[in-house]
């Protein structure tokens, strides 16, 4: 891919945070097990684009996903989602919450498991499993599924009832390219209908399919750019090296 | 709280139930087997046999409900769907009453077949009525699922929930008063026997077994029974933190 390809891609929005944050991290220290996983973290996203979550294993961004949906302790710091603290009710009702590892239900077939999400939260499962292409699935049992089609159902049960804030926490990892790109349109398609979507991936190279990225290394945030000024920044179109780049710059 | 989904996520348990016919079949057939076996061993001893026979058909559903329920939710917790329920509308007491009502439900199932059959072909034979003997074994049924949710509260591993049934159940089989009856033992132990709910839930079946017109004292009993399992349920519900680490 070209420096060019990369400049069309979606940069017609600023990367500096608005006052539309859907989500805003002001000094956020998350602490585990004794020892600090989230280093005083600036940060916000908006709505209406796909945000990418980058950085490898253990950088902290199940941590960061976490803290946004209300379900991480010793959290330090503020953290407004929504106009609203993480956990509250208001919350609750409009946040889709994909966790790392698929979390369904394995004796539930995958309608039914979509199913209950749906009771939940409100929302139709047909248009959903027809998005994460499972429709001809529906009656099988999650347990019999292959490990990239339960990925599929868990992303099926957090995008059930189409909230407003979206928090994916892998949701590519051993997919198929062909599929891999299948979802990343429909994250674009959902961020177009006005989501805010948070995508967590180590896969540096998916980074071209984020309107932004925020980049994580041990806890701390490397960078808050679009693909194109990353590009810009560090001279280079690999994105693996772009990332040592940014590194070492600072 | 919301009704819809509690019994949205009572639905979901079932369904879950349903589709592990093996475990339906065991919760189902394993106190009938004790019950059985109990019958067999008191072969030439029949009046122990109605003795002992009524209040284990107390504690046998007590414990398959208990290791069941305190597993399912360990299982939602390991697994990561408790997480994510955590993080949607869903209330800690409607997730938790959402299992007391399927485990309920399923346990009613359970006390009706190990009633029919003890009452039924094994000869167990009670003076009070019979219908409240079921009911009272389905109350107790409801108490394993309350405390099976609390004990599950505390537990993060596998083997740390199963361990909780030795500590929460077998001291209240010691002290319930089937092995030394309650007002023989010493009195600090009977003082602890009286604020164990399995105590209450085998004072009823004594009642059942021995009296004709047990009926009052053995609703006293059901409603303590109660009391123990709804408050099992609320502290299981307190305890459930929605932030872990």
Known sequence: MTAQSIAAGRTDSPSVASSMDAVRFRDVTVQRGGRAVLHHVDASFSAGRVTGLFGPSGSGKSTLIRAIAGVQSNVHGTITVLGERPGSMAVRRVLGYMTQSPSVYEDLTVAENVRYFASIRGGEIGDVLERVQLSSHANQLVRNLSGGQRARVSLAAALVGRPRLLLLDEPTVGLDPLLRRDLWNLFGELAGEGAALLVSSHVLDEARRCDEVILVREGRIIAQLTPAELSVRTGTEDLDEAFIRLIEQR | ?245
């Open chain 2, 1 to 245: 709280m919301s009704a819809s989904r509690t019994l949205a996520t009572a639905r979901r348990v079932l369904l879950q139930l349903r589709h592990d016919p093996r475990t339906i079949a065991l919760m189902l057939l394993v106190p009938c087997v004790l019950e059985t076996l109990l019958r067999l061993i008191y072969a030439h001893h029949r009046a122990t046999f109605d003795e002992a026979g009524a209040p284990l058909l107390a504690f046998f559903p007590l414990t398959t409900v208990f290791l069941v329920t305190s597993i399912a939710l360990l299982r939602e917790r390991v697994t990561g769907t408790l997480e994510r329920l955590l993080a949607s509308p869903l209330g800690r007491l409607e997730l938790l009453g959402g299992y007391a009502l399927s485990f309920g439900l399923f346990a009613t199932a359970q006390a009706i077949v190990v009633c029919a059959l003890t009452l039924g072909p094994l000869g167990l034979r009670v003076q009070g009525p019979v219908a409240l003997l079921v009911v009272l074994a389905v109350c107790v049924a409801l108490l394993g699922t309350g405390l099976g949710l609390l004990a599950s509260a505390f537990a993060r591993t596998e083997f740390q929930v199963v361990q909780f049934f030795p500590l929460i159940i077998l001291p209240q089989l010691l002290l319930c008063g089937l092995i030394v009856a309650r007002n023989r033992m010493p009195s600090g132990l009977h003082a602890i026997s009286d604020v164990l709910p399995l105590s209450y839930a085998v004072d009823g079946m004594h009642h059942l077994s021995r009296q004709v017109g047990a009926g009052g004292a053995v609703t006293a009993d059901i409603a303590i029974v109660l009391a123990f399992a709804a408050g099992a349920l609320v502290l299981g519900a307190a305890t459930l933190r929605r932030r872990t680490d």
